[in-house]
């Protein structure tokens, strides 16, 4: 790995780091790359860096934006529909399980959410149910 390289790799993880003081190590870090490396080559392996960056960054913010989104469409359901019937009937799990999903817990230090599939389970449970509920009439 080029010195650069190991470089941008060092500024990722004080990025990343939880340490208080990681603003004033980054800023450090950050001149000091700027100061050493100037050549073409390390320039494009900066541009390539900083663009990743940004592209880690956007994916955040539409994950991030599908789950507000999706807090806001089940908030009024969940009122209603209990999610451990979801859970039982429509995905054959534990509220546990939908309720993590749902809200993006983290589970054995990872954070899980609904895929594509679970949330077209989910969409066609809330669908079915809606089926259920308008056919049903109380007779006098």
């Keep these: 790995m080029s ?3 190991k470089e941008l790799k060092e500024l990722e ?3 990343h780091s ?8 980054f800023e ?10 100037t050549s073409e080559e390390d320039n494009e392996a900066i541009y390539n860096f900083t663009l990743n960056g940004y592209k880690q960054i956007n994916n955040e913010l539409e994950n991030m934006t599908r789950y507000l989104e999706l807090q ?10 209990p999610v ?22 983290k589970v054995r230090g990872k954070v899980y959410t609904l895929n594509e599939k679970d949330i077209k389970t989910l ?6 149910i809606s089926k259920k509920i308008g056919s049903l009439t109380i007779a006098l």
């Design 72 to 81: 806001n469409q089940i908030k009024s359901v969940k009122e209603i529909i």
């Design 28 to 37: 450090k870090k950050f001149l000091y790359i700027r100061e050493h490396y």
């Design 3 to 5: 010195d650069i390289k």
């Design 13 to 15: 993880e004080i990025m």
């Design 84 to 105: 451990s019937y979801i859970a039982r009937n429509y995905f054959g799990k534990s509220a546990a399980w939908l309720q993590q999903r749902l809200y993006g817990y």
């Design 18 to 25: 939880t340490d208080e003081d990681r603003e004033q190590k």
């Design 123 to 128: 969409n066609l449970a809330l669908q079915d």
